[in-house]
């Protein structure tokens, strides 16, 4: 793909407006409503009002992006970063905290909370590093890779689990639609699937105890962590072809032991994690073995959803939604409230105006033919489907509740505002960079 220069833009007025996106638009307008909609019959309606409120300054902020151009936000991209940080750093020393984290900057009249910023930081960021940079090698995904770890360790000690696996979904969809080989990015995440796989599984070998924090810990690897090393090195010696250099086998005996150690530190890493993150992150599995503790929210969500049957029981009437039964239900679990009040059809309809706008997403990135304008296009797409993908599937029970909230559903208002600011983005690049209206 090739960078043109900002005059190639296509030029837009104020009389050109009737020429923006509306496979965005509606959809969108659509589930902000909708989500209105849910939230009064959520909680007995406590946070529609303020929702309310902050919606009309959240559109205008993202209205006024759309009399900016595309290349101003490339180069603004090192502030808009080095900002993003300053306000992650500032939530570490000062932040309020809630439910056991420490997210928000209390400005007084409104609290703030800098990890829903930083998802549209980052994005910024990585579309124009990665428009500057051809991602060649290991060395141009490492810097990238920094680029989005620095961020994403400081909202993991807040802690929040959610947001920064986002920040993997954002880096790893950018980094792919930039050239990265599919090699590569099985090289960068590997280290995640050591830890995955030496999570599950049976113990085939245990290397003792240790005490940590007054915890004894046993050191165990499981059989699919080994059937994973065994993959791993045939397919890096399948693409790599190491017998050709001497410093490719070293570079691959290195990435081996590496993996391993991450793998075999696997126990040491998850005690680390608050109680809560851990019961949340396995309950999915079997959500029966805790029914009034851990697995309570999954099984309240399951019963609404399922309650809800075709029709639904109509808005401002679920059982268990009225009844408070569903935990979080105006933000984690939205979706229950939509599957219990407006029920199979309800549900699909969402469903259906979440994927006309991530392929619209995917339209605009593939149609623009500057660098940069698609990169932002990958970002959101790929910020906004991990968000709907694992929240709706926490809701059914096939996704760990990591508190990803819905977008454009989900109660709050930093997330309202750079949700819309997303959407309005995104509009932005299609309305300048498409050379022509496709309705």
């Known amino acids: 793909m090739q960078l043109t220069d900002e005059r190639d833009f296509v030029v837009r007025r104020w009389s050109n407006l009737y020429e923006l996106d509306w496979f965005i638009l509606a959809p969108v307008f659509f589930l902000v409503t909708f989500g209105l909609f849910l939230l009064k019959s959520a909680e007995g309606g406590a946070y529609f009002t303020r929702q309310l409120l902050f919606l009309l300054p959240a559109f205008l902020l993202g209205f006024s992006t759309l009399f900016i151009r595309i290349h101003f936000w490339k180069s603004v991209s090192l502030w808009v970063y080095l900002i993003n940080i300053f306000l992650l750093l500032a939530v570490l020393v000062m932040g309020s905290s809630a439910l056991g984290a420490q997210r928000w900057i209390n400005l007084g009249f409104v609290k703030i909370q800098p990890s829903e910023i930083s998802k549209i930081a980052i994005i910024i960021t990585l579309a124009a590093w990665f428009s500057k ?187 268990l939604t009225k009844g408070h039964y569903v935990p979080a239900q105006h933000t984690d679990f939205v979706f229950s409230i939509c599957g219990e009040e407006f029920g199979f059809i309800g549900s699909v309809l969402v469903l259906c105006m979440f994927a006309i706008i991530l392929c619209r997403a995917l339209y605009i990135a593939k149609n623009s033919n500057h660098q940069f304008a698609s990169l932002l296009s990958v970002g959101i797409f790929s910020y906004f489907a991990f968000h709907i993908f694992i929240n709706i599937g926490m809701s059914i029970g096939i996704m760990p509740i990591t508190g990803v909230p819905l977008i454009l559903l989900s109660y709050g208002g930093t997330a309202l505002f750079v949700n819309l600011f997303s959407v309005f983005i995104l509009l932005s690049v299609s309305w300048r960079t498409l050379p022509r209206k496709i309705f």
């Open 133 to 319: 940079h051809q991602v060649k090698n290991y060395f141009d995904i490492l810097i990238s890779g920094l680029i989005t770890f620095i961020p994403f360790i400081l909202i993991f000690k807040q802690p929040d689990l959610g947001t920064s696996l986002t920040f993997v979904a954002i880096y790893l969809g950018m980094a792919f639609w930039a050239g990265a080989k599919i090699t590569h990015l099985l090289v960068v995440v590997s280290p995640v699937l050591s830890l995955i796989f030496n999570a599950i599984g049976s113990i085939v070998f245990s290397f003792g105890t240790v005490q940590i924090n007054n915890k004894i810990i046993e050191i165990t690897i499981t059989q699919y962590f080994i059937l994973f090393l065994v993959f791993l090195l045939v397919w890096l010696v399948i693409n790599y072809k190491p017998w050709k250099s001497p410093w490719t086998v070293l570079l691959l005996f290195l990435l081996m032991i590496f993996n391993f150690s991450i793998g075999f530190i696997r126990p040491i890493l998850w005690s680390l994690l608050q109680p809560y993150q851990q019961c949340r992150l396995t309950i999915f599995l079997n959500p029966e073995s805790d029914p009034l503790g851990a697995g309570y929210h999954i099984i309240q969500s399951l019963l609404a959803i399922g309650n809800g049957g075709f029709f639904g029981y109509g808005w401002q009437h679920g059982r």
